[in-house]
């Protein structure tokens, strides 16, 4: 027996487990480790160094902005801890704060990376469209009083729908190399104060969402036309899109693996 | 003209103004004054007193406990502050935190007193019924990943429903004279993962929702059956009951007033 075999022995072999990640955004810089601020990335690995004993860093799928929420995102790690998978979920939230919660935890092939499979992404973004704002609400809605036309923003959706190049709707700190992107699909529906809209896709650019909302924001209260949105998307540049909406409305909330590739 | 009438001329005539008050109560230790932490009457006064330049402090209906919501729950203050009535709900939340909201502001009797009416109250409890919490509603929900048997809490809850002494389900630190109640309503409804008890009644003893939630937990989970809560209100005692639950899943969400007098 060589002194590796006897490691694998004690410790088991290597395995890569993938975990569901829910969280609260409001407390945290975003996902993706920041000089300043903490972050879900840097709080996850600190749990699992914890309960491992191993030197442990996570790699997500979406790396949500700062304040954005999830109920579905996903990391993996790998580990020689000997723990049935689906146990890790728990473990792990006896050790994480209680606004991050792993929601389940399983096995994946080795060399499984999130971000190298196809998917589709749902975020949705909620709006409290009433005259004061909801104190039960005000961590997880953007609040305008500015009584919203939900017809005109659902025409004005309907540009986006499809592939296109969504250059004007990306941040210009950008480091995409293209910002040719897909959108499967694009609702907006009102539920008595609240318009939720729900937008999936093949893929975001930073801070796509956000400013395809704070441009229906623009639709919805009359500063611009539906179809200013078609002339937005030909102009190719950010400032013809409408303000980046606030990351308190948005949440990831489904997120679909298609393929095990790019 | 007499000094008195001099000054009513210059800051207008003494008025009353009722409030309707929502908030969040997971960071105030409740609605009234305490010697320890932030409550939600002194965060109302100190807001008022900086508005108008009077030293106010309001008279609360619902004195709700630590960490209880509130979407309608009622204040009135008296002031010579001349603004029109309605505008005050907007001129005290700019100076409000985020965490409570004025909904309303009109003006009612000089000598209306919210704790004078006769009303119904109506109460939710939210309780989060799955594998795992959910970030998102940790602060509005108690979790319990107890399958809980939603026919058998409305069997029990059936009980309750009616004018009965409600001592058992009252906290010992009551200072009510009588503990009889009328509950006009109380249902338990399931819609996905989130059961919701609405309990409506003429008055609530001290911590008395929250006692009847946690027996009808009991209930849901098995430990008690549901006619032993007809035995819990025959017992008179507090301790024969059920523990009581937590505040972050009780909201005061409607108050109606059905009369001025007592």
């Known amino acids: 027996m060589t002194a590796e075999q006897r490691t694998e022995a004690a410790v088991g072999p290597r395995r890569r487990i993938r975990l569901t990640v829910a969280y609260d955004g409001t407390a945290y810089n975003g996902w993706q480790y920041q000089p300043n601020g903490v972050t879900i990335e840097e709080t996850l690995n600190r749990a699992l160094t914890e309960l491992t004993g191993e030197r442990i860093e996570v ?86 009083y500015l009584r919203l036309d939900v017809e005109k923003m659902r025409e004005a959706a309907a540009y986006l729908v499809g592939e296109h190049d969504f250059r004007s709707f990306c941040s210009i700190h950008t480091q995409a190399e293209s910002t040719v992107r897909r959108i499967t699909a694009l609702t907006v529906e009102r539920n008595g104060s609240v318009i939720a809209i729900q937008i999936s896709g093949n893929g975001f650019l930073y801070n796509m969402v956000r400013i395809i909302v704070g441009t229906l924001l623009e639709v919805g209260s009359g500063k611009y036309p539906p179809e200013r949105v078609k002339e937005i998307l030909e102009a190719r540049e950010r400032r013809a899109a409408g303000p980046t909406a606030p990351a308190r409305g948005l949440t990831l909330t489904d997120y679909e693996f298609l393929t095990d590739e790019p």
């Open 59 to 144: 790699i997500g799928a979406s790396r949500t902005d700062a304040g954005v929420h999830a109920r579905c995102n996903y990391a993996v790690f790998d580990t020689r801890m000997r723990m049935e998978a689906s146990r890790f979920s728990y473990a792990l939230n006896q050790r994480l704060p209680e606004d991050i919660r792993v929601r389940r935890s399983e096995e994946v092939g080795a060399d499984w990376h999130p971000r190298k499979c196809r998917s589709i992404k749902t975020y949705e973004y909620r709006i409290l469209n009433e005259e004061f704002p909801d104190p039960l609400d005000r961590l997880y809605a953007h609040f305008t």
